[in-house]
């Protein structure tokens, strides 16, 4: 398409004059857009408030110091419960989505019907967010860590096993193929040719959503589903901001360390 | 031994790969099966182990019809057939002991296999086939940290550990350099004449195929053109199979080579 010929010999642009207006076209009506958006969020703020919120910030801010810090021997226990709640609901979740991947998966799935069942497994388990999930569990199992835990697990099948089911679907074909030649049965092929191959991917997976979770799992308290959320929501409720501040200082440190225990896992794997 | 009758596969996108191929192999002879690129030299011998259904025609393992068999019946008879391939094909993140042993997977059961639990005769027999192709010090290493020729030993070991009668070889020297890839056609050659075993070899080297195979068959446009003995490509047949070339040097060469050899 770009290649012009004119009496002037051979040129080449980029793109045909039509595309490059249908480009500019798309930019303009972007923008216009974000403008008209603007207008309105801008119609609906009490700017007042705006104005008055560096004032609040800071008010806060002064409040919060120094930290409590006689109140952290009250959040070892919280915080050991995020950390189980990261940790099992992570475990959790791997057990179901390593099947589930493999249901999903194109080249491994043993009938369309199951891999539509997968990716509903999936998809239902990503459109929700887990504190929603918590505040449905918490109504049904009551609140407590095991709310939260399978909140966490179930928010987790989804995440794992799209990214699992994906790396099933690129491994390199023909390892499968010289297993399959030896006269395997298909339980040996997956056990030989595809595990080894997507082993480090599952490895992988886990320990990233379980960094995440452990973020995660900090809020949950906030519905009732355990952990220092609950704390942290307390503390805000009766305005106690320099417990606040300490557990907000205690969650930086405890993703600090999670951040740090899986970027080692992770470069031990790879 | 094997015999292909009237052997025919069409690809769903309309392809034509073969077009009744008629084909009969006797016991321990080893074949050269030339052709152009996309002649359906890799669908030939994926047919005949089914790794790729046949459209048509018959596939016979002495006297066994192996196109009409149950899936069951044909693993079983998969282990007849050992398969050598062009990238190596290895499980790369598995040691070289446990590529050499999953030539075994058709005779073991999943949990053996799952516990890696091979029975000792089977790991004597790896050992020993190890040793012969000179590995003996890279058991416990990771496929992946092999050179190429050291892979493609690991991948005759696998496909010999089968037991098998017949060897399906697809473009075993494609990856190596020239030095390795006598080697290995060399390796192959004595280790079919030890075991007396039959091989179908896919290769693009017309030298390397007049100079280790007892017979060759051109395949062009997947029907056979050309099947007779190695000193019998002239010009006139490898233009019948790849086209119009300026071919005598080829042939010279190989004439050379063949007095180093000797």
């Known amino acids: 398409m770009p290649k012009i010929e004119s009496e002037k010999g051979l040129s080449w642009k980029r793109r045909t004059t039509k595309k490059q207006l249908l480009i500019w076209l798309g930019w303009l009506i972007g923008v216009s857009i974000i403008v008209f958006a603007w207008q309105l969020i801008s119609e609906k703020t009490v700017w007042f408030f705006v104005q008055d919120a560096p004032r609040q910030a800071a008010d806060i801010g002064v409040r919060m110091v120094p930290p409590k810090w006689s109140y952290t021997s009250k959040l070892i226990k919280p915080v050991w419960d995020t950390i189980n709640i990261a940790t099992i609901g992570t475990m959790i979740a791997i057990i179901i989505a390593v099947p589930v991947a493999f249901l999903a998966a194109r080249n491994t799935t043993p009938h369309k019907i199951f891999r539509v069942a997968a990716l509903f497994i999936i998809v239902s388990s990503r459109s929700v967010n887990s504190l929603i999930w918590a505040l449905m569990l918490v109504f049904i199992l009551g609140p407590g860590i095991v709310a939260g835990t399978i909140a966490i697990g179930l928010r987790s099948i989804g995440f794992c096993a799209k990214l699992l089911y994906e790396a099933i679907e690129e491994i390199d074909h023909s390892q499968v193929e010289a297993v399959e030649a030896t006269g395997a049965k298909t339980s040996q092929k997956i056990l030989f040719g595809i595990i080894p191959q997507v082993l480090p991917t599952i490895a992988g997976v886990a320990v990233y959503r379980w960094d995440i979770n452990i973020r995660e799992s900090t809020i949950l308290g906030l519905v009732g589903a355990g952990g220092i959320g609950l704390q942290l929501n307390g503390s805000i409720n009766t305005l106690a901001w320099t417990q606040v501040s300490m557990i907000l200082i205690i969650i930086f440190i405890t993703v600090l360390i999670s951040e740090w225990v899986s970027a080692k896992i992770r470069y031990a794997i790879i | ?262």
């Open chain 2, 1 to 262: 031994m094997l015999r292909l009758e009237k052997l025919t596969k069409q690809y769903k996108t309309g392809d034509q790969a073969l077009i009744d191929v008629d084909l009969e192999i006797p016991k321990s002879q080893v074949i050269a099966l030339i052709g152009p690129s996309g002649a359906g030299k890799s669908t030939l011998i994926r047919c005949i182990n089914r790794l790729v259904e046949p459209t048509s025609g018959k596939v016979y393992l002495n006297d066994l019809e192996l196109t009409s068999l149950s899936s069951r019946k044909l693993r079983k008879n998969r282990r007849r057939m050992g398969m050598i391939f062009q990238e190596y094909a290895l499980v790369e993140r598995l040691t070289v002991m446990e590529n050499v042993l999953s030539g075994r997977l058709g005779y073991v059961g999943f949990w053996r296999s799952y516990f890696r639990k091979f029975p000792q005769d089977d790991i004597k027999e790896a050992y020993r086939l190890l040793d012969r192709v000179g590995l003996m010090d890279m058991v416990d290493k990771r496929a992946d940290e092999l050179s190429g020729g050291q892979r493609q030993r690991v991948g005759i070991c696998r496909a010999l550990i089968q037991n098998p009668d017949l060897l399906l070889i697809d473009e075993p020297t494609a990856s190596l350099d020239p030095k390795t890839s006598r080697q290995i056609m060399r390796l192959i050659n004595e280790l079919c004449e030890e075991r007396e075993l039959a091989a179908i070899i896919n290769i693009h080297d017309v030298q390397l195929a007049q100079m280790f195979s007892q017979r060759v068959v051109g395949l062009e446009l997947g029907s056979v053109v050309y099947d007779g003995p190695p000193d019998g490509l002239t010009p006139d047949v490898l233009t019948k199979i790849y086209g119009e070339e300026d071919w005598s040097a080829t042939i010279e060469k190989v004439e050379d080579d063949d007095e180093e050899i000797i």
